[in-house]
């Protein structure tokens, strides 16, 4: 038994708060990926970041085995002290390791002096954000530099990632794998009661409320006159944060803020039976949002950038600014030839490029080969 578990492919996934998914788009795909790797024949290991505990332990769950590394420290403090934790405890033994995001890739060289083949996954262009001030904004800058340099091979989730690392490293160093959804073809109308809400009586957005996210011009353009219909704002709004306060202040009463809502039912039921999705990501690269919303035969109403662009496709809409956005909803909000146009292409560019069947495999074909020089 032991002589045949030794002969598996073995790997390592870092840089996640762990699974069972609860978190963000990075625990979702380190789900998906661990169990496909799990029925594929791999050995799988996943780092959990617990909030709770003093000693580190270990158990399986659907043949995952998992490390649970118990960190006192909450916040942005607490990723980067669970990050060198968890990256000490995995370069103890053999075994491949990818590492999802770059915030602490200076922590990887560890990896590189224990000559362990270490893959990045290098999320967005975390360092052009608007919510980081010049200390974080330096960290993340320098930090993408370190994982482009010490990791072995790089994975970027849109083309345009790719352009931008390519200023790094040669671009034979790097493998574009998008993000994947699992298509909803159904979902339950009856949960849209309990938010005074009906199918196709609104349009929906879901993002956090900062400033890249364009969340204050859609809310403003809406708001201008009256739409006969509705905006659903999905997130949490604090008292506190000015630029959350500022949203709610120009919201008309037909912009309705539900808060954040965790349940994937309810969360599902809102995206598919909206009348579109308003994705409003100024920044970053495959967006799992606009992803889940094209799974979902959601039309998109989208902030115009090449990020956009390339994951929903030329059929959607989009806009530039408070203006435009204003002008584009006059046309598309009673135009329902156009949304029913707009809802089938996602479905299509869903099919094509995002299902977790084909994202896993590319995965896979490119991990293998490393995987096999790690045992």
């Known amino acids: 038994m032991s002589e045949h578990r030794n002969s598996k492919k073995k790997i390592k996934i870092l840089g996640t708060r762990g699974i069972p998914a609860n978190h963000g788009g990075f625990e979702t795909f380190a789900e998906h990926l661990a169990l496909y790797l799990v029925k594929q024949g791999w050995e799988v290991i996943v780092y959990c970041q617990e909030d709770e505990g003093e000693a580190v332990y270990e158990d399986e769950w659907q043949g995952v085995h998992l490390v649970h590394i118990p960190v006192k420290q909450q916040g942005a403090l607490g990723t980067i002290v669970f990050d060198w934790k968890a990256n ?64 072995n091979h790089l994975v970027a989730d849109h083309p345009d990632i790719k352009k931008h690392l390519t ?15 699992e298509p909803v073809r159904d979902a339950d109308a009856g949960l849209l009661a309990q938010y005074g809400l009906a199918p196709n009586g609104y349009a929906i957005l879901i993002a956090r409320a900062e400033p890249e996210n364009s969340i204050l011009e859609v809310v403003k353009a809406w708001s201008r006159k009256p739409r006969g219909v509705k905006l659903v704002v999905l997130g949490n709004y604090a008292k506190t944060h000015a630029y ?132």
Request: glycine share 8%; hydrophobic share 45%.
């Open 244 to 375: 959350q306060q500022s949203v709610l202040a120009a919201a008309s009463d037909e912009v309705v803020f539900l808060g954040a809502i965790y349940d994937a039912k309810n969360v599902q039921a809102l995206r598919y039976f909206s009348r579109f999705y308003v994705h409003g990501h100024q920044v970053g690269g495959t967006n799992p949002s606009l992803v889940e919303s094209l799974a979902a035969g959601n039309a998109v109403l989208g902030h115009d950038n090449a990020f956009n662009r390339w994951v929903a496709g030329p059929e959607q809409q989009y806009f530039r600014d408070e203006d435009d956005c204003a002008q584009v909803l006059d046309q598309l909000l009673p135009d329902a030839a156009r949304l029913a146009d707009m809802r089938r292409a996602a479905l299509t560019r869903h099919a094509e490029a995002f299902t977790w069947e084909k994202i896993l495999r590319e995965y896979e074909l490119l991990l293998a080969p490393y995987a096999e020089r790690s045992a």
């Open 88 to 151: 000490l405890h995995a370069a103890k033994t053999k075994g491949l390791i990818l590492t999802l995001g770059y915030n602490t890739a200076v922590f990887c060289l560890w990896f590189r002096l224990k000559g362990l083949n270490n893959i990045f996954n290098m999320d967005g262009i975390e360092w052009r954000r608007q919510k980081w001030g010049a200390v974080a904004k330096t960290w993340f800058y320098l930090n993408e530099w370190a994982g482009a340099w010490l990791g």
């Open 167 to 181: 200023s790094r490293v040669n671009p034979q160093k790097i493998t574009t794998i998008a993000y994947g959804a």
